[in-house]
């Protein structure tokens, strides 16, 4: 007969079994959501099987939003929900009067620079403007808070070691993505890749521009960085500097992806998204090209960093540190000039979540309004208006010009609008183009050869089924919760994709991996919620094996993440480029051995033909960026028989012209079919004796 206590005992071993399957529901659900989400995108990818992919996408969605509705679960925890920091404002320079002298002194500066930058001269107004920065940012900036030291020190012991660790790990990762066979991949340049070391050329050669008008114009900070790297290392003129300049801003974006994950979601988030960052076949090809592309996110990312700072901590030098990289931005990549917009978005969205909770009369067990409400006090206006003078004044040398020569200064980006078209036309284009950036996560890509593979997804199966997983969640926490932080990010998302859709008047372009590269961290954050959320919901419970569990899959997930990218890009996209561009390396290989056999470079031409190799591309590839004798004229070529010395021309198989008139007019010339490592890229090398 059972007594009472083994009845009660009973009772308990009971309830303990129900709380721990309680526990693990959530999990299973999670798990469930995870794999069939990934199954989804593999179904869509590239328009496989549609159908079956939206359903599948639709089930983990079910199975994902799932427990956190039954079980009230709060979620991660948003920026908006930190606590805000309360200190007096204590300004880095205490007298008043010289803080307005130094503005006045760095106004004056800063007009004598804009007059001398006229006529697109940086050199001129050069140290006017950097001693207008100085004055401006000690005139606004703030010491830090009393005892400062102290705190420093004890966040210096606070220091989570294993997390240093794990990042310095992932950014290792990030060197190898963007290091790894960075001299033969991508193997050959473009006719773009030909305008920036011609512009480069020019810096090295003492031209000083504020603005680079060739090939429709183009910001300088990347001529200005790789002709740095030329004239201080072993580099030379050529497609590795420029490569080598974008994998090193591709490098520092991932560890900075974390600092901005961790800003507006905790740790875990910064570190999953700095890791998808890392490893993104998107990111690692659009950083590994050698044009400015990179650029966006790498200054997107600390410019959002230090505004989501801002918006919270409401301190001036996150505001200035905020518009100061934004304005270095804006003289990097055309896709930045709508971080501007964004900035605007997010302080305006602030100001209205401050608003509206001060009307409902939440929060009211916060200490001040300072705190409580930033948005709504005049240093919250103040420290914006800082930001936001600060931002012009490093944008200051583009602002002259763009004053000076609008039309140059805008012109690509007036060549993708749509002024001529009526307004029912533009919009139906507009909708059409949101609709396609949307797809091109899971469904369908970019078609430029060059940046991607045609067509191919941006994400790969992990991240593409984690970035839906993610979407649901933000919309959730915005929607149900009004998660401040869930709009911040959505925002963000949107607007850094407008630079791809607002390209109107060529539709093809988009959706565009170049120049949606703004959005890649905040796509990666995106990725990065459904797995911090698992993390999330194991460290919530006592279950160790639950625990094992989830590592195992999370392990499990990064393999296949990782395998899937390095396939796609070291394997996939090798292989797509070299089909898709032309040889211009093994042109520039023979053009080089001509010389080293002691024929002149000025006895050889490039034969032009339709839809050939780039005449420029060629002459660097074999060490000579001023060499560019084409043959544009088959009439030339006799004019040419005259001068002294040995001949070589390189043609193309198809040309039978060229290769008739190059036999009328050398009798003794030979013709030799060039092979090539790629088939169909061969080439005829055509070689005459001298008069």
């Given at each position: 007969m059972t007594t009472f206590s083994e009845k009660r005992e009973l009772n308990s071993n009971s309830a303990v079994k129900r709380d721990s399957l309680q526990a693990v529901y959530p999990l299973l659900f999670s798990f469930s959501a995870i794999v069939v989400a990934i199954g989804g995108h593999i179904f869509t990818a590239q328009g496989r099987h549609v159908i079956w992919g939206v359903v599948l996408f639709g089930l983990a969605l079910a199975l994902f939003l799932a427990p956190p509705v039954l079980a009230g679960t709060i979620g991660l925890r948003g920026s908006d929900e930190l606590d805000r920091e309360d200190g007096e404002p204590r300004p880095l320079i205490r007298s008043r009067q010289w803080r307005v002298g130094l503005l006045v002194a760095g106004t004056i500066l800063a007009a004598v620079a804009y007059e001398s930058f006229s006529g697109n001269r940086l050199d001129r107004g050069l140290w006017?403007?950097?001693?207008?920065?100085?004055?401006?940012?000690?005139?606004?900036?703030?010491?830090?808070?009393?005892?400062?030291?102290?705190?420093?020190?004890?966040?210096?012991?606070?220091?989570?070691?294993?997390?240093?660790?794990?990042?310095?790990?992932?950014?290792?990762?990030?060197?190898?993505?963007?290091?790894?066979?960075?001299?033969s991949l991508p193997v050959e340049m473009t006719s773009d890749h030909a305008e920036k070391l011609l512009d480069v050329y020019d810096v090295l050669n003492g031209q000083r521009p504020i603005f680079f008008p060739r090939n429709t114009g183009r910001e300088a900070f990347q001529f200005y960085l790789t002709a740095a790297l030329i004239r201080w290392t072993p580099l030379e003129i050529g497609h590795l500097a420029l490569k080598v300049g974008t994998a090193i801003f591709g490098i520092v974006t991932a560890p900075m992806t974390y600092f901005l994950g961790k800003e507006l979601y905790g740790r875990n988030v910064g570190l999953l998204a700095a890791f998808f960052l890392a490893i993104s076949h998107w990111h690692v090809a659009i950083t590994r090209v050698g044009l400015r592309f990179p650029f966006t996110a790498a200054f997107t990312v600390p410019a959002l960093f230090f505004l989501f700072r801002a918006l919270r901590k409401n301190r001036r030098n996150d505001w200035l540190a905020a518009g100061a990289v934004l304005g270095a931005g804006l003289h990097t990549y055309t896709a930045m000039r709508i971080v501007p917009l964004l900035f605007v978005l997010l302080v305006a969205m602030?100001?209205?979540?401050?608003?509206?909770?001060?009307?409902?009369?939440?929060?009211?067990?916060?200490?001040?309004?300072?705190?409580?409400?930033?948005?709504?006090?005049?240093?919250?206006?103040?420290?914006?208006l800082g930001a936001a003078c600060v931002s012009l004044l490093v944008f200051l040398p583009l602002l002259r010009y763009m004053l000076e020569k609008p039309e140059m200064f805008w012109y690509r980006a007036a060549s993708r609008s749509a002024e001529a078209m009526a307004p029912a036309d533009v919009w139906a284009i507009f909708w059409h183009n949101v609709k396609n950036a949307l797809l091109m996560f899971n469904y369908r890509g970019d078609v430029v050869p060059a940046n991607t593979i045609p067509e191919a997804t941006v994400l790969g199966p992990v991240a593409g089924g984690l970035f839906v997983l993610g979407c649901a969640y933000l919309l959730w926490r915005l929607l149900f919760h009004r998660e401040r932080t869930a709009g911040y990010v959505l925002i963000s998302f949107l607007v850094l994709l407008l630079p791809s859709i607002l390209s109107l008047a060529f539709p093809e372009e988009n959706p565009s991996v170049v120049r949606t590269g703004g959005a890649i961290p905040i796509v990666m954050i995106v990725v990065a919620l459904p797995l911090a959320l698992l993390w999330k919901r194991?460290?919530?419970?006592?279950?160790?094996?639950?625990?094992?569990?989830?590592?195992?899959?999370?392990?499990?997930?990064?393999?296949?993440?990782?395998?899937?990218?390095?396939?796609?890009?070291?394997?996939?996209?090798?292989?797509?480029?070299?089909?898709?561009?032309?040889?211009?390396?093994?042109?520039?290989?023979?053009?080089r051995q001509f010389g080293e056999d002691g024929g002149r470079l000025q006895n050889a031409y490039h034969v032009s033909y339709p839809h050939?190799?780039?005449?420029?591309?060629?002459?660097?590839?074999?060490?000579?960026?001023?060499?560019?004798?084409?043959?544009?004229?088959?009439?030339q070529i006799a004019r040419q028989a005259g001068r002294p010395g040995r001949k070589l021309y390189l043609v193309h198989p198809e040309h039978e012209a060229a290769l008739k008139v190059l036999r009328e007019v050398y009798p003794q010339g030979i013709a030799r079919l060039h092979p090539s490592s790629r088939p169909g890229k061969e080439f005829i090398v055509f070689t005459a004796p001298g008069p």
């Open positions: 006017f403007w950097f001693g207008a920065l100085y004055y401006f940012a000690v005139a606004l900036a703030e010491r830090p808070a009393p005892g400062w030291r102290a705190n420093l020190q004890a966040r210096a012991r606070s220091v989570k070691w294993p997390v240093v660790l794990v990042l310095l790990m992932i950014t290792g990762v990030a060197v190898f993505f963007r290091s790894f066979r960075l001299a602030s100001a209205g979540g401050d608003l509206w909770t001060w009307l409902r009369g939440r929060a009211s067990e916060h200490r001040s309004l300072r705190s409580t409400y930033p948005a709504l006090t005049l240093r919250f206006w103040t420290n914006s194991v460290a919530d419970e006592p279950l160790t094996w639950c625990g094992r569990a989830v590592m195992l899959f999370t392990v499990i997930l990064f393999v296949v993440a990782v395998a899937h990218d390095y396939d796609w890009y070291f394997d996939d996209y090798d292989t797509n480029i070299r089909r898709s561009l032309w040889n211009t390396t093994e042109l520039g290989a023979a053009l050939w190799a780039d005449t420029r591309n060629i002459g660097i590839n074999a060490g000579d960026i001023t060499w560019r004798n084409a043959v544009i004229d088959l009439s």
